[in-house]
């Protein structure tokens, strides 16, 4: 093959694995086709929302990934690990450790007095990785035995999944560690301007109204708290996009299928991630809830595959 | 080239699926989650979803074709192509069962649900075969499972289910049928030379010269005796295994007593 035809073979093949089309007719959509064209006049009043590629009544969405969290909570953690190929845990570690939790008493610029222990919420906190790692770097490396986590999650089945977890960590049943199923939207057992930092990991794009959570983010965070989350987000790199889509939608729901023995689930955890606005998006979103967005207002992990948000409520 | 392009593109461009609950399934993805699901049901047996994937996933190309050709060739087979029953519990009525005679094959059949403690419902549908008529085929041979363990008389445990997907192998040809028989691996010593010295030759003897299991119109025969259809499948029971197990078990019993007795006059 001569070089010119040889740039032009490859230049369309790239194109064609690159730019692959929002798919005319996905699996969930298709299935309640009959359905969907049946309930449309009456449903063209009500409010819906995404569920994965589907548009379900927002009434619905919650109990839809109700359903979907409790099926995969006894194999989160496994899943987690296989889907990611264990590169979850390098996301999260940088995640915990860019937000440094814990008041250093040398380097915390807070009066000499005793200060009052900072405390963290972790929202869509399920299994507890999060916390864990938040209460072991504030523990380890600030030397703080006095930080608390609250684990809030809407889902019972991966509450329990993470106190079932905790106790193989040193805070088990201690004051360092709270547990409340809550609904992200309506967190009325805090009160406002309680908490220290708020996070959320891997938690938002479940949720059914992303901007109501962050304003009752911004209720919940003392001023100059910061709100903090990480999430799957848009890939830069075309050639990385094309191999990772493919991995999502091909690889995902077949290890579901294997391990947990629910396909359904990942490929709604993987469409999801699919609708999920991009960085910039994400980021005027924060900022309209009020919040100041530092300088970059995003830190991209991987190339896009994950992005950590951070905002910080004005004092 | 062009074949590969639409490999990778086919995992993002689904095409639409030909009936309700159909999971289409490119190449790769059917291999991998054949493969996936052989090892992961031979670990774990009591993964029924996996094993259900993995014959819908081997059964093409070809072998549930030649399942569905051996139903067109034959007018039952046909029928039931046509009529396409589902047998739920809504379609089997399992008190009616109850009450049918005792050797008849309703009665059987529901002997067989009562001791598992299974409902007709717990079968999966099919997800993975891209023929709608052939998707048909592959729940049909599902839902008939519990009749062939009534009319070979085999019992629901491990022994049984490996006897009987032997003689399914040898009738239907589907994949998943013979590569179940490596759990032939996870069976006791005892079980195994059983199964080598009896079972399997039974499997395949009757499996061959019987008549296509497929092609019985269950629904129809449910107050037939069970023994008049066998005659006219052209097979033989096996051996019962539960009658089998249970003498030796006795045997065993027995004998240790004596053991036991024995010891203790020694000791005297």
């Known amino acids: 093959m001569s070089t010119p035809t040889f740039w032009r073979t490859s230049a369309h093949l790239s194109r064609r694995l690159i730019a692959a089309k929002q798919p005319y007719r996905c699996l969930s959509c298709s299935v309640r086709l009959a359905q969907e064209l049946a309930q449309e006049q009456a449903k063209q009043d009500a409010k819906t929302t995404h569920f994965g590629f589907e548009h379900v009544p927002e009434s619905e969405k919650e109990s839809r990934v109700g359903a979907v969290f409790s099926s995969v909570a006894s194999s989160y953690d496994t899943m987690n690990d296989l889907m990611s190929l264990y590169i979850h845990r390098l996301w999260k570690d940088r995640f915990v450790r860019s937000l440094n939790p814990g008041l250093h008493p040398t380097t915390s610029s807070l009066p000499s007095s005793k200060p009052t222990p900072q405390t963290i919420l972790d929202i869509a906190g399920g299994t507890g990785d999060i916390a864990f790692r938040m209460l072991s770097h504030a523990s380890t490396i600030n030397n703080d035995h006095t930080s608390r986590v609250i684990v809030s999650d809407i889902n019972p089945a991966m509450l329990s999944e993470g106190k079932k977890r905790s106790l193989e960590t040193p805070w088990a049943g201690s004051e360092r560690l709270s547990w409340v199923e809550a609904n992200a939207e309506k967190l009325h057992m805090i009160e406002d301007e309680s908490i220290d930092l708020y996070t959320v990991a891997f938690g938002i794009r479940n949720f059914t109204n992303k901007q109501a959570a962050l304003s009752e983010a911004f209720r919940v965070l003392k001023p100059g708290g910061v709100f903090a989350c990480l999430e799957f987000s848009k890939v830069n790199n075309a050639v990385l996009n094309g191999a990772y889509k493919r991995w999502s939608f091909g690889a995902i729901p077949l290890i579901g299928q294997l391990v947990a023995g629910d396909r359904e689930s990942y490929q709604y955890l993987v469409e999801s991630i699919e609708k999920f606005p991009s960085q910039r998006e994400f980021a005027g979103m924060i900022e309209r809830a009020g919040f100041m967005l530092p300088e970059p207002p995003w830190e991209d992990l991987m190339g896009g595959i994950a992005a950590i948000h951070k905002g910080v409520k004005p004092v | ?268």
């Open chain 2, 1 to 268: 080239m062009i074949k590969r392009r639409h490999l990778l593109d086919s995992l993002l461009n689904r095409p639409p699926p030909n009936y309700e609950g159909q999971v289409p399934l490119n190449v790769f993805e059917r291999g991998a989650l054949a493969a996936g699901s052989a090892v992961m049901s031979l670990l774990n047996p009591r993964r029924g979803d996996l094993i259900a994937a993995l014959g819908e996933t081997t059964a093409t190309p070809y072998f549930i074709y030649r399942l569905r050709d051996a139903m067109l060739c034959n007018p039952t087979g046909r029928r039931i192509l046509r009529d396409r029953p589902r047998i739920t519990s809504k379609t089997m009525s399992v008190e009616k069962l109850r009450a049918l005679p005792e050797n008849t094959v309703g009665r059987v059949y529901v002997g067989w649900l009562d001791r598992e403690g299974v409902s007709p419902d717990t079968r999966d549908s099919v997800k993975y075969i891209d023929n709608e008529e052939c998707a048909y085929v592959m729940q049909r041979y599902r839902e008939s499972h519990d009749f062939y363990h009534a009319l070979t008389g085999l019992p629901v445990f491990v022994e049984g289910e490996v006897a009987l997907k032997a003689f399914e192998f040898a009738n239907t040809l589907l994949p998943m049928t013979g590569l179940s028989l490596f759990a032939v691996t996870r069976m006791k010593p005892a079980e195994r030379s059983r199964f080598w010295h009896t079972y399997l030759p039974w499997a395949i003897s009757n499996g061959l010269k019987s008549k296509e299991v497929i092609n019985v119109y269950w629904e129809e025969e449910l107050e037939r005796d069970v023994a008049d259809l066998r005659a006219e499948l052209g097979l033989e029971r096996p051996p019962d295994l539960r009658d089998t197990r249970k003498t030796l078990r006795e045997q065993r019993k027995a004998a240790k007593e004596k053991r036991e007795k024995m010891s203790g006059l020694m000791a005297d």
